[in-house]
C-alpha cells in the first residue's frame, strides 16, 4: 500500500494527466475495440492521486445493467504497490451503488500479466472469446445478494 493514496472520480482538470499517463504507459492500457482505440471519458473514470499526482486510473463503459472496463494503467514507479486493485474495488463499489450487475473487460491474450490480475482479484474468464483477445467477468449482485435470484 502507498502512503497518501486516494482513489477519487476524474475530473476535467485531470485530463492532461491522463492523456501523458496513457501516453507513458503505452496503448496496451487502453481496450481496442475492433480498428478503432476507445477513448477515455472522465466521466467514467476514476483515477488514483498521490499528493498531487495522478498515477493511475481505470475508465469504463456502462448501461443500466452492465458495464465494461476500457482502460487500466498505473505508473510504472506505482506498480507492485495495490493500486491497479484498489482502483478496480473503488470501481466495484461505484457500480454496484449504481445498480450494474456484471462488469467485464477484455484482455489481449498476449497480456498473461492482465489476465492473472483480473483472475486474482475474482474475475472469472468467460468460454467465448475471440482469437486474440479473452473476456472475464466479475458478477456484481449474485444470489446471495439479490432477493430476486439474478445470478
Known sequence: MLPNLTVRPAQFSDRNALNELVKNIGPQCVVQFSDRRTSIDVEQTLV???GDCVIGFVAWLQDEMQAVIVGLGVR?????????????NALIEHLREAGVRLLEVIVSRDRAG???FFKSIG????????????????????????ADGFA
Open 114 to 116: 492482465a489476465m492473472t
Open 123 to 146: 474475475f472469472r474468464r468467460l468460454g467465448r472469446s475471440a482469437a486474440d483477445r479473452v473476456t472475464f467477468e466479475y458478477r456484481l449482485w449474485g444470489r446471495r445478494n439479490r
Open 48 to 50: 488514483a492521486v498521490q
Open 76 to 88: 510504472d514507479t506505482h506498480r507492485r504497490f495495490g493500486v491497479a486493485t484498489q482502483l478496480v
